[in-house]
């Protein structure tokens, strides 16, 4: 059974960082990119991070290049989102997808809202 679940959302005050984290089963991790998308209330989802199967390269949403990290551990299995400098526009749903090919999973999301 294919799963994706993420954690290590929460509330954070403006400045602060989190680590989210994305853990997968039921697939063959190492061989598919990796993804984190948001959605913020009243807004569409938007692409925030990727990685590439290896964890060779990756790439950022403009809004978070230079505060987001995103990175994996194949032996683990999971995928991992590290959030710095956080701001209230970080507030949203975050949902990690797992992609190879046409074939694309997704997490069912992990609030974070940044708030004083």
């Known amino acids: 059974q294919v799963q994706l679940v993420e954690s290590g959302g929460g509330l954070v005050q403006p400045g602060g960082s989190l680590r989210l984290s994305c853990a997968a089963t039921?697939?063959?991790?190492?061989?598919?990119?990796m993804s984190w998308y948001r959605q913020a209330p009243g807004k569409e989802r938007e692409w925030v991070a990727r990685?590439?199967?290896?964890?060779?390269?990756?790439d950022y949403a403009v809004a978070v290049k230079g505060r987001f990290t995103i990175s994996r551990d194949n032996a683990k299995n999971t995928s991992y989102l590290q959030m710095n400098s956080l701001g209230p526009e970080d507030t949203a749903v975050y949902y990690c997808t797992a992609r190879w090919h046409s074939t694309g999973y997704w997490g069912q999301g992990t609030q974070v809202t940044v708030s004083s």
């Open positions: 990685i590439s199967p290896a964890g060779l390269t990756s």
């Open positions: 039921g697939f063959t991790f190492s061989s598919y990119a």
